[in-house]
Structures are given as structure tokens and as C-alpha cells.
Nanobody, 123 residues
Framework: QLQAFGGGLVQVGGSLRLSCAAS????????AGWFRQAPGQEREFVAG????????YYSDSVKGRFTISKNNVKNTVYLQMNSLKPEDTAVYYC??????????????????WGQGTQVTVSS
């Protein structure tokens, strides 16, 4: 089970850190990702990390502003979001996969999902 939290209301240029904690299983050997979905839009990939080796990857829209990281002891994945823009407003979801089937950029590749957490960036 994945639980995402840390969303909220922030002004343009501000920062937030999202957390995704896993219970009942360990992230070890998994890959984890953050996706987001704005009203009326498809759920899109934001950032991902391979638990083994810590390799990270980002969508072009957040590269240089967002950072995905992990804490092995806490079995938690984080998304540090800086320089937030109004277009970052969305419900953010964390996801995990241990089979490594399909591209890490596709939502269909992740069988495990947390509940969403709302991020709202006001101008």
C-alpha cells in the first residue's frame, strides 16, 4: 500500500515536498514514480526513480525544478518541487512497479498506486 501526502496551496515560485510511504512491502528492487493529473487532462508522468542505484528521470516540464529522491530506511520516496508554476496545479500520485515491464514513463507500467494529494499553485 502506498500513501502520498504533502500537498497543499502554495504561491508561484514557492516549494513543496511530497512524500510517498510504502507499507506492507519494501521499495527495494522496485521503481517508483510520480504522476499528476490536472482537471480534464490525462494523468502524466512527472518523475521516476529506480530503487537500486537511484537512477532518476524527469519529464521535460519539471526538469531542473523538481527532484525525486528516496530514503531506504523510511521506505519512502519524495518529490521536492521548487519554482512552482500555476501549470503545476494537479493531483499528484505516487506509483510503484517491481516487474519493470514497459516504459517507466507510462502509467500503465505501474500496478501499485497511492491516493492522490492535491497541489495548488496560486498566482
Amino acid at each position: 500500500q502506498l500513501q502520498a501526502f504533502g500537498g497543499g496551496l502554495v504561491q508561484v515560485g514557492g516549494s513543496l515536498r511530497l512524500s510517498c510511504a510504502a507499507s506492507g512491502r519494501t521499495f527495494s528492487s522496485y521503481r517508483a514514480g510520480w504522476f499528476r493529473q490536472a482537471p480534464g487532462q490525462e494523468r502524466e508522468f512527472v518523475a521516476g526513480i529506480r530503487w537500486s542505484g537511484g537512477y532518476t528521470y524527469y519529464s521535460d516540464s519539471v526538469k531542473g525544478r523538481f527532484t525525486i529522491s528516496k530514503n531506504n530506511v523510511k521506505n519512502t520516496v519524495y518529490l521536492q518541487m521548487n519554482s512552482l508554476k500555476p501549470e503545476d496545479t494537479a493531483v499528484y500520485y505516487c506509483a510503484a512497479d517491481r516487474n519493470y515491464n514497459g516504459s517507466a514513463y507510462y502509467r500503465s507500467s505501474y500496478p501499485y498506486w497511492g491516493q492522490g494529494t492535491q497541489v495548488t499553485v496560486s498566482s
